[in-house]
């Protein structure tokens, strides 16, 4: 089982070495670092690890934007050049929650199932879907007038899209969590389809949170929709910890930051990997977790 990891990082380089040591040991590991800052803070260390990869292709990432999707498509691109088993898209804050052993076994034992879920957003009247597919946002262009708008959007619910994406037919669009871990056929039917859809490519970009949307759209407008978990789309529910895939993450207000306090409740959960932990806040933490996960 070769097993690519996609890290999309941007801060607290400390972690993001920590995280990248470990999973160098049993997979290969992608990296991409926000244009806005220094890569050199994250890489020094790590140049002498052979299957640990920094992107040469830089994107400015914006929360909300577009940014993200081309990020991880210019990671995607680079991790299928070298051909793996499986595609695992992290970000930066996360780690692992399971020893390398146990997570190759899993990917092993589910060789052909695409761990990536969502729901059909394209016929909901519930604002919280219907914002993300009917209403236009700018996020990746941080002038003064986009900021106006999606204010005044936010308040007005500018319905200016019918909901669907039409390209070559109509697609509806789907929504989940932005982690997921996809087969070598899946990834190559996604960047194949990104490269030759420009059209579908631009309704994105001013969707809000398309990393949320693009590669669930993709998926569950095709065939392969029949091999993920859940063998197809599922019910709207709303709030994206309702959408975990192999990641346990809380999201009251925002994403928790789990400490050493968290530590018993996390070892029962069957979740490969955890999200977010910080070197300030989740060092005790990460200790005992390296301590029981046998990692060196």
Known sequence: MKIAHLILAHKDPEHIKRLVRVLSQFSDVFIHIDLRVDESIFSNGLEHYPNVFFIEKRIKCYWGGWSLVEATMVLLQKAL??????????QGLDYILK???QIINFFSQNNEIEFIRGCNIS??????????CRQIWFFDNRNILYRIYNNLNNILRINLRNGRIYDVKNYDVFYGSAQWALTNSCAKYITEFHDHHPRFNRWFKYALCPDELYFHTIVLNSEYRLKTVAGGPEKEIRGLVNWRNLHYFEYPKQIRIFTESDFDFLKGKNDLYIRKVTTSESGE?????DN???IR
């Not at 016929?123 to 993300?132: A, I, N």
């Open 292 to 294: 029981t996960l046998n």
């Open 123 to 132: 016929e909901s009247k519930d604002r919280y879907f219907t914002q993300k």
């Open 285 to 289: 933490l990460l200790d005992r977790l």
């Open 99 to 101: 020893s390398p052993t």
């Open 81 to 90: 050049k070298k051909s793996h088993d499986r595609y695992v898209l992290l």
